[in-house]
């Protein structure tokens, strides 16, 4: 790819991205959960209109802006998202037949996929999050996860070493995921942006996204 590493242009319904404005050999992936039921939305949330396009949509267009590839971890529907985004060059699609387990099982499932520098771990129901947060937490990057805060309540997404991720791999997949990264070395990330805590997971969030445009950044 080179030292500079230049966005390629979507199409409208895959969502538009701009060129990344900085330099760096590392690369970095970013894992996307797609695979639950949305059942406390009552509706499929991930493919709910949003701005022109789709929540999920959303979700990848803001992690592409800094990210080389996403990793989309599917499960429900997952036939409807493989169709759907099959073609995309920097999506790398990852069929979790066990997500009735939890999204942990959806976090490990995709972890295998994963061969870059450096993994940002995020979710399908969070359209809002600035490319802004990604590239802060993509500066302070080190040897620990990042976790972003926003006036002290940690959000998605996390960032995590390739140390870390192989670790995280290895271990035994009962128990959080969170609670595992809490257990090993990390560093929580003050951003300025509500939208990383901000999960469209019910009928209320999805129609106050819809109300304001967007969430506050």
Request: hydrophobic content about 40%.
């Amino acid at each position: 790819m080179g030292d500079e590493i230049a966005m390629v242009t979507t199409d409208e319904n895959r969502g538009a991205v701009s060129e990344k404005h900085w330099h760096s050999r590392e690369r970095c992936d970013c894992l996307i959960t797609a695979a639950g039921l949305s059942s406390r939305m009552g509706a499929w949330k991930l493919m709910l209109p949003y701005r022109q396009s789709t929540i999920l949509d959303e979700s990848l267009k803001n992690a592409l802006v800094l990210c080389d590839r996403v990793i989309l971890v599917v499960g429900h529907r997952a036939d409807e998202l493989i169709s759907r985004y099959a073609n995309h060059p920097r999506i790398r699609l990852v069929h979790n037949h066990d997500y009735a387990q939890g999204l942990g099982s959806s976090i490990r499932a995709g972890l295998a996929a994963c061969s870059s520098d450096h993994l940002f771990v995020s979710h399908g129901d969070l359209p809002c999050i600035p490319p802004e947060v990604y590239r802060t937490l993509w500066q302070a990057r080190g040897d620990e996860t990042l976790f972003p805060s926003y006036q002290g309540e940690a959000g998605h997404p996390v960032l995590l070493p390739r140390a870390l991720v192989r670790a995280l791999a290895a271990a035994p997949a009962q128990g959080s995921v969170r609670r595992w990264l809490l257990a090993h070395p990390h560093r929580f990330i003050e951003v300025q942006s509500a939208a990383i805590l901000q999960d469209v997971d019910t009928p209320e969030r999805y129609q106050a996204l819809l109300a304001r445009g967007a969430f506050e950044r």
